[in-house]
């Protein structure tokens, strides 16, 4: 008996060092063991089995395991050494895994200097608290950096590292073209989201989106070009009698396939009031252009209720033509909805349709 646990535990460190921790469906018949990779069978970490390997350099874990932020605030991402060997680099990368090619390196730094890389590089420098201090600053957030960032301690042919999660703090909004719904490429979509001062959402974003209580029943792009939408009221048209959750589509072809999209924003550096009136489109942008600002973009009026519980019981024109209203505080007279959101009348005719305007500056 002793016999075999050893040579399991000698297979399930062998298969660690070769598939860096991946997770596998393995059967065990009691005299063999049979190893898939994961295609929607029941897991297991193969390296919770092996002993953990405890770091030398590096303090792991990292004193804070998740750093979360704003949109245009600073953030440092924690890496401190247990003890400094005479030659060494640290490597701060940013982990991306639908990334090809080389690595985004961030930052490499020595004992003496360190030099920044990539379109991160311009915001990014060491903390340097203390001597063991290879922490990572990243100063004016931008809706992108969200994600895994990797500090590597290289010395000679040693390595080890420790990864911290970075999360920007902000709202998802499904976002629809004002010619019908499903009508976004990919490409088109990302476009879409970024007109409206946003950016494609992560699939983990649009999930704890998902746990604060959006639903939606029509599918819609995400960063990573796989299609999802999120359901907690269950209906006929929305996945039947399946339980609430992401109902997902998988990949989709980028250049033919047509849905919505799921934007993210986050805090916006200005504000947003409303202008009271019975406004055409381009009397609105006019409205707001005596008030020294321009009509607000969807993903502003959503930063402004997500962040300032903005409330505005009145519909209003936005920039991209379409017209809507936040609630903060539901009332049976806005809109008649238990739950609080941004509400929305669609793209009305710019002529004929009269409402007020929601000003940004």
């Known amino acids: ?45 193969l390296c919770l089995l092996a002993e953990p390997t405890e770091l030398k350099y590096l303090i792991e874990p990292p004193v804070y395991a998740e750093v979360s932020g704003r949109r245009g605030e600073n953030v440092t991402l924690p890496c401190m050494l247990r003890t400094k060997p005479h030659h060494y680099k640290v490597k701060w990368t940013k982990l991306e895994p639908e990334r090809t090619g080389p690595e985004n390196i961030v930052l490499i730094s020595n004992s003496r200097a360190f030099k920044t890389y990539g379109l991160l590089g311009p915001r990014a420098s060491l903390r340097k608290a203390h001597a063991m201090d290879a922490s990572l600053q990243l100063s004016h957030l931008e809706l992108g950096d969200g994600g895994g960032y990797r500090c590597q301690l ?10 911290v999660t970075l999360t920007i703090e902000g709202v998802v909004f499904p976002y629809q073209s004002k010619n019908g719904r499903y009508r976004f490429t990919f490409h088109e979509a990302k476009q879409a989201c970024a007109e409206q001062d946003g950016t494609l959402a992560s699939y983990n974003q649009l999930y704890r989106a998902w746990t604060e209580g959006l639903d939606w029943c029509n599918a819609g792009w995400l960063r990573d070009g796989t299609v999802h939408y999120p359901i907690i009221q269950l209906r006929p048209a929305c996945g039947g009698a399946l339980l609430p959750g992401i109902r997902s589509y998988g990949p989709k072809d980028k250049n033919h396939d047509r849905f919505d999209a799921f934007c993210f924003t986050s805090l916006a550096s200005g504000s947003i009031f409303f202008v009271s009136g019975s406004f055409s489109f381009v009397q609105a942008q006019r409205a707001c252009e005596q008030q020294g600002a321009d009509l607000a973009l969807v993903g502003q009026l959503y930063s402004a209720w997500r962040f300032h519980s903005y409330d505005q019981c009145d519909g209003g024109w936005l920039k991209d033509g379409s017209v809507r209203f936040p609630i903060s505080h539901p009332r049976e007279r806005c809109g008649g909805v238990p739950e609080a959101g941004v509400r929305s009348f669609g793209f009305p005719d710019q002529k004929t349709h009269v409402y007020g305007a929601y000003c940004y500056r």
Do not use: R
Request: charged share 15%; aromatic share 14%.
């Open 1 to 45: 008996m002793k016999d075999k646990q050893g040579i399991l535990q000698f297979f399930f460190h062998l298969v660690c060092s070769m598939y860096a921790c991946s997770t596998f469906h393995v059967l065990f018949d009691g005299m063999s063991i049979w190893l898939q990779e994961n295609m929607g069978h029941p897991t297991f970490n």
């Open 154 to 163: 290289v010395n000679g042919i040693e390595d080890e590292s420790v990864d």
